[in-house]
């Protein structure tokens, strides 16, 4: 079965730092990979997607992300975080090819120190 | 565009009850899934529907149901409520003909008591 692991539950960086945030997926096929990014009692918005091609893929806000089949991760960086990335992250594997049916990991809350 | 609205933003109910949350796609979109986000979890796929009829279900009881109307807007149905399913519900529209992206609504918290 697939499924999405966020092995950082939580997250504290300093602003300007640069940060990375862990993806791991378990799927038989080349995957369909998401990062979305949710603010204290809102939705989800849509950060990034992979669906072939460049493994490195640009997103909005400054993100980027790559997928590495060897490793089955789709880590999410950032060079410089800025007070307001302070969320949670969730990564997220469209469970069997351009259906939408996304599978979750856990989340990583992002603390951003001044 | 107004995006993917879903009402209401807050519903309170008592253990037995039924519910129903609604969802209004973005525009353009055709297909409408809905996800479960229990408190300090990832969300979890409930169903999808497309052309008015339910394409995929998750691992949710049928005490879980839904509906698509022919303007492409969707309905949450929960019956017999009962405290574990307090959490924010999620729906999210996409266009089957451009691949899955999804969109999500602000979503619906619910609370049940």
């Known amino acids: 079965a697939q499924s999405v692991t966020q092995p950082d539950i939580h997250i504290t960086v300093s602003e300007g730092a640069s940060l990375e945030l862990r993806c791991n997926y378990s799927?038989?096929?080349?995957?369909?990979l998401f990062w979305y990014v949710q603010s204290p009692g809102q939705g989800l918005q849509l950060l990034l997607k992979?669906?072939?091609?460049?493994?490195l893929v640009q997103g909005i806000k400054g993100f980027e992300a790559e997928f590495k089949r060897s490793q089955s991760s789709f880590n999410l960086r950032k060079p410089s975080v800025h007070w307001s990335d302070a969320a949670e992250y969730f990564c997220?594997?469209?469970?069997?090819?351009?259906?939408?049916?996304?599978?979750f990991g856990q989340g990583t809350t992002l603390q951003v120190k001044p | 565009d107004a995006g993917v609205t879903q009402s209401p933003t807050h519903l309170i109910k008592t253990r037995g009850q039924q519910v129903t949350l609604r969802c209004s796609p973005k525009?353009?979109?055709?297909?409408v899934s809905w996800y479960q986000q229990a408190l300090g979890q990832g969300p979890q796929f409930i169903f999808q529907?497309?052309?008015?009829?339910?394409?995929q279900r998750g691992n949710f009881p049928d005490r879980f149901s839904g509906h698509q109307f022919p303007n492409y807007s969707s309905e949450l149905n929960v019956n017999a409520l009962l405290l574990g399913d307090s959490a924010l519900y999620l729906c999210?529209?996409?266009?089957?003909?451009?691949?899955?992206?999804?969109?999500f609504g602000q979503g619906t918290r619910l609370t049940v008591v």
């Open positions: 999210a529209s996409s266009l089957v003909s451009q691949g899955m992206s999804a969109f």
């Open positions: 799927y038989g096929a080349t995957p369909y």
């Open positions: 992979y669906f072939s091609g460049d493994t």
């Open positions: 997220a594997v469209e469970s069997s090819g351009n259906t939408g049916k996304l599978i």
């Open positions: 525009s353009g979109h055709d297909t």
């Open positions: 529907y497309y052309e008015e009829e339910e394409r």
